[in-house]
């Protein structure tokens, strides 16, 4: 079973910037799509960013387009997301996502197109 380690979190002011990482074990990256989705407290698990296999496409949700990034790095198997201006709406514990899947240039940021989810990693950001 694929394992998901998110890191980078953390506490930023306003403006700020942080690059989050999804590392994944036991199994390569490279046959699978990854998102990146945030929940905030009482809040449902949004869809920000995803990548597909080896990094033909792109989403980025409206709020954060300009603003954050995903890439991959598949030799490190690995997944970051770079966020710049943060924003205090952009509080809220990050997860990192992935799906196997034979199509390139393809990715989802829908939770219920996910299999395989990390802990998360809590993001703060104060005004």
């Known amino acids: 079973q694929l394992q998901l380690v998110e890191s980078g979190g953390g506490l930023v002011q306003l403006g700020g910037s942080l690059r989050l990482t999804c590392a994944a074990s036991?199994?390569?990256?490279?046959?699978?799509?990854v998102a990146w989705f945030r929940q905030a407290p009482g809040k449902e698990r949004e869809g920000v960013a995803c990548?597909?296999?080896?990094?033909?496409?792109?989403n980025i949700v409206d709020s954060v387009k300009g603003r954050f990034t995903i890439s991959r790095d598949d030799a490190k198997n690995t997944v970051h997301l770079q966020m710049n201006s943060l924003k205090p709406e952009d509080t809220g514990v990050y997860f990192c996502?992935?799906?196997?899947?034979?199509?390139?240039?393809?990715?989802?940021?829908?939770?219920?197109?996910?299999?395989?989810w990390g802990e998360g990693t809590l993001v703060t950001v104060s005004s």
């Open positions: 996502a992935a799906e196997r899947t034979s199509f390139y240039g393809y990715c989802s940021i829908q939770p219920g197109d996910m299999t395989y």
């Open positions: 036991t199994f390569p990256l490279d046959h699978y799509f």
């Open positions: 990548i597909s296999k080896q990094g033909q496409g792109t």
